[in-house]
């Protein structure tokens, strides 16, 4: 069994900065592409940003500049850094990661989602 378990998020002003952790455990051989998606309601998830075991990342137009996605292989941990925060950056941020389990099958599993809300 593997479980993904966000933090960090919250309420934040215009401006401001928050870093999102997501931390996996369990039956874990290996972790290939960690990402980070948001979803606002009545809205489709969709892709912030991702890193590669490597190291390699790619970002959403709307966030580059201003997020970073870092992760911790030793940790099986990836965190998004969040500077220059904008009300429409408002979202539930879910982490996904790619997992090679002990049954040596990669599947993609999902954290529970944190709110950020961005807001004077």
């Known amino acids: 069994q593997v479980q993904l378990v966000e933090s960090g998020g919250g309420l934040v002003q215009p401006g401001g900065s928050l870093r999102l952790s997501c931390a996996a455990s369990?039956?874990?051989?290996?972790?290939?592409?960690m990402d980070w998606y948001r979803q606002t309601p009545g809205n489709q998830r969709e892709l912030v940003a991702t890193i590669t075991r490597g190291g390699s990342t790619r970002y959403a137009d709307s966030v580059k500049g201003r997020f970073t996605i870092s992760r911790d292989n030793a940790q099986n941990t990836v965190y998004l850094q969040m500077n220059s925060l904008k009300p429409e950056d408002t979202a539930v941020y879910y982490c996904?990661?790619?997992?090679?389990?002990?049954?040596?099958?990669?599947?993609?599993?999902w954290g529970q989602g944190t709110q950020v809300t961005v807001s004077s």
């Open positions: 996904k990661a790619n997992i090679m389990t002990v049954a040596l099958v990669a599947i993609n599993y």
């Open positions: 369990g039956s874990i051989v290996s972790i290939n592409a």
